[in-house]
């Protein structure tokens, strides 16, 4: 059973990065035909999806994203990232690491639990 467990700081001042991690265990990131997603819900709205990085490493934004966030992966240690280069307030929300399997017919997703990151000063 794949499990994703999402690391970082809870609490960001406004204009600093942010940098999550997520640790995936029970599979490996570069498995054919897996997405590694971010996705992120701020309080009271609805999912946005931010990006995700592909299992042979192609990297796919959120258009209205695409010019602060960067995701990256280090496969030595299963792991998947993302950084924001600078935060606002709205970018306050629980975010969420997700893997992907797409390959029709099958399509399963497994998500993290989510951690919430507060932009605050």
């Not at 499990?3 to 490996?28: A, M, N």
């Not at 997603?37 to 209205?64: C, F, N, V």
Request: aromatic content about 14%; glycine content about 10%; proline content about 7%.
């Amino acid at each position: 059973q794949m499990q994703l467990q999402e690391s970082g700081p809870g609490l960001v001042k406004p204009s600093q990065p942010l940098s999550l991690t997520c640790t995936v265990s029970g599979g490996s990131i570069t498995t054919s035909y897996y997405w590694w997603t971010w996705i992120r819900q701020p309080p009271g709205k609805g999912l946005e999806w931010m990006g995700h990085i592909a299992w042979d490493g192609r990297t796919y934004y959120s258009p209205s994203l695409e010019s602060h966030t960067s995701i990256s992966r280090d496969t030595s240690k299963n792991q998947f990232s993302l950084w924001l280069s600078s935060v606002a307030p709205e970018d306050t929300a629980v975010y969420y690491c997700v893997g992907q399997y797409w390959r029709l017919p099958t399509n399963m997703d497994y998500w993290g639990k989510g951690t919430l990151v507060t932009v605050s000063s």
